[in-house]
């Protein structure tokens, strides 16, 4: 059973970077495409990156120069490392592994396999 719980939310502001952990206890993560979604305050989740195990690495646009994935496999976990963050990446941030990726194109929320509970990022102006 995969048991994702991400770390590393916090204040800041605009400009700063961020980096969020998402760990599984139950130890298999590794074997999954692992991804990060966010919801922002009173808005839907949106998908935000996603790292297959074979590298494919995909993200949506208004942070792809910004935001990197990264996963350690023998760890079972994944990363996002947030530069530059803006005041509309302010959201709660959400760990998922899934095995419903073809290695391009978007993650789609309902095909999720496992979410975590989430960490957020506030990005003040």
């Known amino acids: 059973q995969v048991h994702l719980v991400e770390s590393g939310g916090g204040l800041v502001q605009e400009g700063n970077s961020l980096k969020l952990s998402c760990e599984d206890s139950?130890?298999?993560?590794?074997?999954?495409?692992l991804g990060w979604f966010r919801q922002a305050p009173g808005k839907g989740r949106e998908w935000v990156a996603a790292?297959?195990?074979?590298?494919?690495?995909r993200y949506i646009e208004p942070v792809k120069d910004r935001f990197t994935i990264s996963r350690n496999n023998a760890k079972n976990a994944v990363y996002l490392e947030m530069d530059n963050l803006k005041v509309e990446d302010t959201a709660v941030y959400f760990c998922?592994?899934?095995?419903?990726?073809?290695?391009?194109?978007?993650?789609?929320?309902?095909?999720?396999?496992?979410w975590g509970k989430g960490t957020v990022v506030a990005v003040t102006s």
């Open positions: 998922v592994a899934t095995v419903s990726w073809s290695g391009v194109g978007p993650l789609e929320e309902s095909a999720m396999d496992f």
């Open positions: 139950g130890g298999t993560a590794g074997w999954y495409v």
């Open positions: 790292h297959d195990r074979l590298g494919n690495v």
